[in-house]
C-alpha cells in the first residue's frame, strides 16, 4: 500500500458510508485502500465488517497512510478535527470536505499552507448512488487531482466542478432539493388517496411518475416546458391541473424556496 493509492475518511457516518459503498461498487477503489475514523468505534466495526475496510485507531495513522484525505464529518465538528489534522497533512496530500457551508477560505487558512483542498457539496441520493455533488477546489489543486475527486463523487451519481460562489446556490438547490421533491411527492400521494386511490396504489403511481418522468427528460434532452405542453391538451385535465397549481403560485413557490436556502446557506457560511 502506498501514500498515494489510499483515500482516508475521517467520519463515517450516513454520509461516509455511501461513499465507501460507491467507490467500491465503482471499482475506484479496492477495500484494501479505503481507511475509515470515527470516534464511535462501533460505527468503525460496522464499517469494517461490512465494507472490508481498513480501520484506523487515530488521526495519525490514517494521515500517514492516505494520499486523500476526505472530512465527513458535521460542519460544528470540523475546526477541531482540522486543529488535530494540521500537524499531520503532508505538502501533497489532497484534501476534500463535504462539511457543509464551510468555505475553502476557512479549510486552507487552518491546513498547512500548499495543501490541495477539494470543497464538496453532495446531496442525500448518494445514499443509492443517485447524489448530484458540486465541487470547488482552490489554487493548490492540480488538474490530475481534481479529475480524481471528481471520480470519487462520480462513484455515488453525478459531480460537477463550480466555482465556489455558487455554492450556496448549490446548496439551495440540489443539497435541499431532495426535500422539496419528497414534499411534492408525499403530497402526490395524500392526494391520490384523498380521491380515492389505496394508499399502496397511490404510492406506487406517484413513484413511477417521478422516476419516470425524470428518465424521460434526461432520455430526450427536451426542456421540461416543451415536454409539459405535449401532455396538455386544450380544455383537458392536465390544463386544468396546472391552472390550479399556478394559482397558488406552484412555480413561484418553488424558486423562493430555492431562494431561502440559498440565502441561509449564505448565513451559515458567515457564522
Not at 53 to 61: A, N, T, W
Not at 140 to 169: H, K, P, Y
Amino acid at each position: 500500500m502506498t501514500v498515494h493509492q489510499s483515500i482516508g475518511f475521517v467520519g463515517g457516518g450516513n454520509m461516509g458510508e455511501a461513499l465507501v459503498k460507491g467507490l467500491i461498487a465503482a471499482g475506484v477503489f479496492s477495500p484494501d485502500r479505503i481507511l475509515a475514523f470515527d470516534a464511535d468505534p462501533q460505527r468503525l466495526d460496522y464499517l469494517r465488517k461490512t465494507y472490508s475496510i481498513q480501520p484506523c485507531s487515530g488521526l495519525k495513522d490514517l494521515a500517514a497512510a492516505c494520499g486523500i484525505v476526505l472530512f465527513a464529518v458535521k460542519p460544528q465538528v470540523l475546526p477541531a478535527v482540522l486543529d488535530r489534522m494540521r500537524p499531520l497533512i503532508v505538502h501533497d496530500t489532497l484534501v476534500i470536505s463535504i462539511a457543509a457551508g464551510i468555505p475553502l477560505a476557512t479549510l486552507t487558512r487552518a491546513l498547512p499552507e500548499g495543501t490541495p483542498i477539494v470543497r464538496v457539496m453532495p446531496n442525500t441520493p448518494a445514499l443509492v448512488q443517485q447524489g448530484a455533488s458540486a465541487l470547488s477546489r482552490n489554487d493548490s489543486v492540480t488538474d490530475e487531482q481534481m479529475r480524481r475527486a471528481l471520480e470519487i463523487f462520480g462513484a455515488v451519481g453525478n459531480a460537477i466542478e463550480v466555482e465556489e460562489r455558487l455554492m450556496d446556490a448549490v446548496t439551495g438547490l440540489s443539497g435541499s432539493g431532495p426535500a422539496y421533491v419528497l414534499l411534492f411527492l408525499e403530497a402526490m400521494i395524500d392526494a391520490g388517496v384523498f380521491m380515492g386511490l389505496p394508499r399502496q396504489i397511490s404510492r406506487q403511481l406517484a413513484l413511477q411518475t417521478i422516476q419516470g418522468t425524470v428518465r424521460m427528460v434526461q432520455e430526450t434532452g427536451k426542456h421540461p416546458s416543451e415536454l409539459k405542453d405535449q401532455i396538455t391538451s386544450p380544455a383537458g385535465t392536465t390544463i386544468a391541473g396546472l391552472l390550479a397549481l399556478e394559482d397558488r403560485a406552484f412555480h413561484g413557490a418553488v424558486m423562493r424556496a430555492v431562494e431561502a436556502a440559498t440565502a441561509r446557506s449564505r448565513e451559515l457560511g458567515k457564522g
